[in-house]
């Protein structure tokens, strides 16, 4: 050890002593002046290769060697004349400037050497991370790296969601440090230490190693214990480097259980639509069965009596209104699911075209009259729902309606304002119960459901319209709104 | 009129009321349970008429449907509980007839099998005149009239209802429409065909609100009322 640290000062004292002896050999064949410039390289050397004490130590035996053996009087070690000062000096000067520079230089290297290991291994660090599949074990790798800091004596990482704070990584936490961390998340503060251009910044004055150390991440927290004694830039700023680490990895932790959360939100739908059609599917098949059954045997050719086949289509018709109240309840929630509309441009006209056709027969016996425009513009609605909203309507009106009362289905436009109306004649509609009749089950007749125009209801809001009912002079009037499409339909 | 009829059900209590209701009306029915068993006596038996369940356990209804296609040229009546119009689109598409909802009385059943059978006559005998009410379209002429009073209608609107005529009775989706009036290559949308009926409607003095004609099945396409 002594023998190592003494060497350069051996090497510098010999290479003066050889640089004399060169000297002496040259000047013995020939008088050359400006020699001692040879002890300037030595120097420099000296200065670039160990730094300043051996470039001193060089320039100082150089200039000892050069006036004992070529300055006259030769064989003596005085100084005469400013001549020789300024040769010392200069030597002096030359192994101070040259070593200096040589450290700065050495000094500034092994600071890039530092920064190079430092990135090699956050690099690897981060390459491992990537190919973890598992937040929590890449965590752990962060952790495992932070470990071998000899200034951190704890490190640990707390993944913060909807309010609860879990422990990801690192060294074992008491419920206490939890509590700390989650407040020190929630309330966006450090505590004991702070992350300042990069560096993991202790705030006590004391370094005592087992207390801990709170840095609020995007959303976690980063709990660690610092040394304030064991104080190194390269350290700190690696701390802070794999804090930052520790940061993507719970905002990568965070957008996965979002997306997990997500898919489930998403799973609970899918799994809303398939209980609803597979509630469709066992409320309806008896159904089914029922009603082929009791209109198979009210054909004629059954041989039953007509007082038979009376009771069997009253009980079919029963069944029929089962199975309607079940496709209204069904339709009902669908729409309570939220489940889509397709909108598209459609003119009016042919959706009430289409809900006349599937009452044709409820129809017959009824003064139906429509007033539409022939340039009415198009709405921009779901078809099918818009079309279950007049039949609904429709339906309402035919039960209402007196016998061979008229029935009336308009629309219009007023100022881009698309109205359409369903309209019977018949009696008033009390009042007291106008503000009712969309109401879900609401009735007044005990062979109605309640669902019919609380269905219209529900199919008008989701297209952003209104819907009302009013006494005109005739009868009842159901008016709703709709919105215009925004493609004119005609070219 | 009275033919062959196949139920596909697998619920035995659905078969044994449309066996009962059917023979009522005179058909020949016979009854299976199952996809398999549908191809395999739709083959064997031959009959003229296929009601078919789309909700069948193993070969699914649509799987059936296109099993049956080679194997028989029944008709194919699909039957289902509450089917969305997509359902019903790709039934037509897959080559159905028609549909119906589940439940049905036994009427409604019997008159859409007579009217998928007169259809059926009908392109069989190869008259070239189809009518619809007071509208007559003689497909060997290319000729349109509304009581007697002949209608000039466009090239691509004679299409449209051509195709329409060819299956008057039977729902046309609006995807098949596009494809055999426009071809394969169209572009256009639902769109096009509910223009082009528009225009159809307008000539042939048909109110859209209340067509004699052509009826709107919503959200699957439209049908030429037989």
Known sequence: MTLRRFAPYAVAVGGAIAVTVAIGLVTAVASVSGLSAFYLLLVLWLGARWGRGPAVAGSVAAFLLYDFFFVPPLGTFSVRGPAELLELVVLLAVALVTSQLAASQRRAQSVAEALARDSRS?????????????????????????????????????????????????????????????????????????????????????????????????????????????????????????????????????????????????????????????????????????????????????????????????????????????????????????????????????????????????????????????????????????????????????????????????????????????????????????????????????????LGLAIARRVVEAHGGTIRAENRRRGPRFTFTLPLARVPMSR | MSGRVLVVDDEVEMQRALRAGLQYHEFDVRAVGSGEEAVREAAAWRPDVVLLDLGLPGMDGFATLRALRPATRAAVIVVSVMPGEKDKVRALDAGADDYVVKPFGTEELVARIRAVLRRQANLTSGEPIVRSGDLEIDLARRLVSVKGQAVHLTPTEYELLRYLALHAGKPISHTTLLRQVWGDYAVGDKYNTRYVVAQIRKKLGDDPANPRYIVNEPGVGYRLEA
Do not use: C
């Open chain 1, 122 to 450: 956050l690099y690897e660090l981060a390459t491992a991370m990537l190919r973890t599949q598992e937040v929590t074990s890449a965590l752990s790798l962060v952790a495992d790296r932070v470990r071998r800091l000899e200034s951190v004596a704890r490190f640990a990482v707390v993944g913060v969601a909807s309010g609860q704070a879990v422990q990801l990584a690192g060294s074992a936490l008491t419920p206490d440090e939890l509590k700390q961390a989650l407040w020190s998340y929630e309330n966006g503060k450090s505590v004991g230490a702070v992350i300042k251009d990069g560096v993991v910044v202790p705030m006590r004055t004391h370094g005592d190693h087992d207390v801990a150390a709170y840095l609020p991440l995007t959303s976690g927290v980063v709990v660690v214990a610092v040394g304030a004694r064991d104080a190194d830039d390269a350290e700190r700023r690696m701390l802070a480097a794999l804090i930052g680490l520790a940061d993507l990895l719970l905002e990568r932790r965070r957008a996965t259980v979002e997306a997990e959360r997500a898919r489930g939100l998403e799973a609970s739908d899918r799994l809303k639509a398939a209980i609803l059609s597979s509630l469709s599917h066992e409320l309806k098949s008896p159904l089914a069965s029922l009603r082929a059954g009791l209109t198979a045997l009210a054909a004629p050719q059954a041989g039953l009596q007509p007082d038979q086949r009376e009771l069997l289509s009253d009980l079919d018709r029963q069944a029929s209104r089962l199975d309607h109240m079940v496709g209204d309840l069904l339709a009902l929630s669908r729409l309570e699911a939220g489940l889509e509309t397709e909108k598209e441009a459609h003119s009016f006209a042919d959706l009430v075209g289409g809900s006349v056709g599937q009452l044709r027969g409820r129809l017959q016996g009824h003064d139906v009259t429509v007033r539409i425009p022939d340039d009415l513009p198009p709405v921009e609605v779901d078809e099918v729902q818009v079309g279950r909203v007049i039949g609904n309507l429709l339906e309402n009106a035919i039960e209402w309606a007196s016998a061979g009362g008229a029935i009336e289905i308009g629309a219009l436009v007023i100022d881009d304002h698309f109205e359409a109306w369903v309209e019977n004649e018949g009696p008033a509609i009390a009042v007291a119960d106008l503000e009712h009749v969309f109401d879900t089950f609401w009735t007044t007749r005990s062979s109605g459901s309640g």
